[in-house]
């Protein structure tokens, strides 16, 4: 079976050439349903299993006493006891998802593969879908032919000045630019869609969704409706956007494959790019915000950390060659990063020394929280694991599949 190292970046798009499938081919899983008739997964709400807290998770969350965990077959599982038992929540469509964000005790979405957006308002019982692939294609088409038409006039204008740089320059532009248009128009003909890997939101408002490809989406009404918003990032080669976390009520950061690290210090209005020390793919980023420092994580163990919001970043040692791929702080003030293998590092000295505290079964891992109680709650490959203070597993139960 394929590892996690690319969880919450690449699924559904484990190559530049590969976009908008299922999960679970991308990492060689066997359907449960292999004999069935295929069925949109947008139209097909998630089927309820006992398998559910068992099956392949990409994120969890806590709100109030509530975790709330997402993953596969559009599978979302709720707990109102630390994470001992488990029941399934309602929705609407079987796409794998692959991250969830909550803005206060009863308001959340979470986002997934074929582009889906969904939202809840109590808490995780019941959600509704917002936005898809669909409607995402229709509006990276028309910001592509906006694009283009832009530059068209800026080759122009250049033509004008007989100065030869600005000339290349414009000419590369322009010829990405129509590359980026012929992928925009396939894609709508195909109804080929692409993954949604994280989403973060302000307030019950405003909030941004980014994904593969260099998707990107703003909303300013609570995810009714949405607005293409690549335009306002420098990503000229449209890396995949992995994850996006908040500094402060101002600032933001995002990172990606290649290396891609952005930064903006106007509410999300536009990203620049910072500087990175490694050249391959974070997937995940935490903020110890008592600390002001800032950490990026990713392949074969890599971790980056800055404390002057990006203007400098230096890759530290975290004892690990495995890659790292979710993580969560304790107060502010303590970094655990999880990834494949079972990898579970603890980091120290404002996330300059890491060590292993714990093994994550044998399992690789996508995900973890910190419960009311204390504990720690994992999710990943094989489903949701707990580990208690000490680093002993600890049994889960599924009361209900009912939400």
């Known amino acids: 079976m394929r590892s996690l190292d690319s969880v919450r970046a690449m699924l559904g798009c484990a190559a530049r050439s590969m976009c908008g499938g299922a999960l679970v081919a991308t990492i060689g899983l066997t359907s449960l349903h292999a004999s069935a008739q295929w069925q949109d997964p947008l139209q097909t709400p998630a089927i309820k299993t006992l398998k559910a807290p068992t099956s392949l998770l990409l994120d969890v969350t806590l709100i109030g006493?509530?975790?709330v965990a997402v993953g596969e077959r559009g599978h979302i599982i709720i707990s109102d006891d630390d994470g001992s038992s488990w029941l399934q929540a309602q929705?609407?469509?079987?796409?794998?998802l692959t991250s969830i964000y909550f803005v206060d005790d009863s308001t959340g979405w979470a986002v997934g593969h074929d582009a889906v957006?969904?939202?809840t308002q109590d808490a995780g019982l019941t959600w509704v879908k917002q936005f898809d692939g669909f409607e995402a294609n229709v509006m990276v088409l028309e910001q592509a032919k906006r694009v283009k038409s832009q530059l068209e006039v800026a080759l122009d204008a250049a033509n004008a000045t007989d100065d030869d740089d600005r000339i290349e320059l414009a000419e590369e532009q322009l010829e990405n630019?129509?590359?980026t248009l012929e992928?925009?128009?396939v894609d709508l003909a195909d109804k080929s869609t692409k993954p949604l890997l994280d989403v973060w939101f302000k307030d019950v408002k405003e909030g941004f969704v980014v994904g593969a490809y260099g998707m990107i989406f703003k909303t300013i009404d609570g995810g009714n409706t949405w607005q293409d918003w690549?335009?306002?990032v420098e990503n000229p080669d449209r890396f995949h956007l992995n994850a996006i976390t908040a500094i402060d009520d101002q600032r933001l950061m995002m990172v990606g494959e290649a290396g891609l690290m952005l930064r903006t210090q106007d509410q999300g209005d536009s990203w620049q790019q910072m500087y990175s020390p490694y050249d391959g793919s974070f997937f995940g980023l935490t903020s110890l915000t008592k600390q002001g420092v800032q950490l990026a994580y990713g392949l074969r163990g890599n971790l980056a950390r800055s404390d002057d919001f990006g203007n400098n970043w230096q890759l530290v040692d975290t004892n690990t060659q495995q890659s790292l791929i979710g993580a969560t702080d304790r107060h502010g003030r303590v970094a655990y990063v999880v990834g494949n293998g079972g990898a579970f590092i603890e980091g120290s000295d404002r996330g300059r020394k890491?060590?292993?505290t714990a093994r994550v079964g044998r399992s690789s891992a996508a995900a973890i929280i910190k419960s009311k109680a204390g504990h720690f709650v994992i999710v990943g490959e094989k489903g949701v694991e707990?580990?208690?203070k000490s680093g002993e597993r600890m049994s889960i139960t599924v009361t209900s599949i009912e939400g």
């Open 65 to 67: 006493d509530r975790l």
């Open 91 to 96: 929705v609407p469509v079987m796409s794998t």
């Open 117 to 119: 957006v969904l939202k």
């Open 177 to 179: 630019a129509s590359y």
């Open 183 to 185: 992928d925009a128009e």
């Open 230 to 232: 690549s335009g306002h």
């Open 354 to 356: 890491w060590q292993s």
């Open 386 to 388: 707990l580990l208690d």
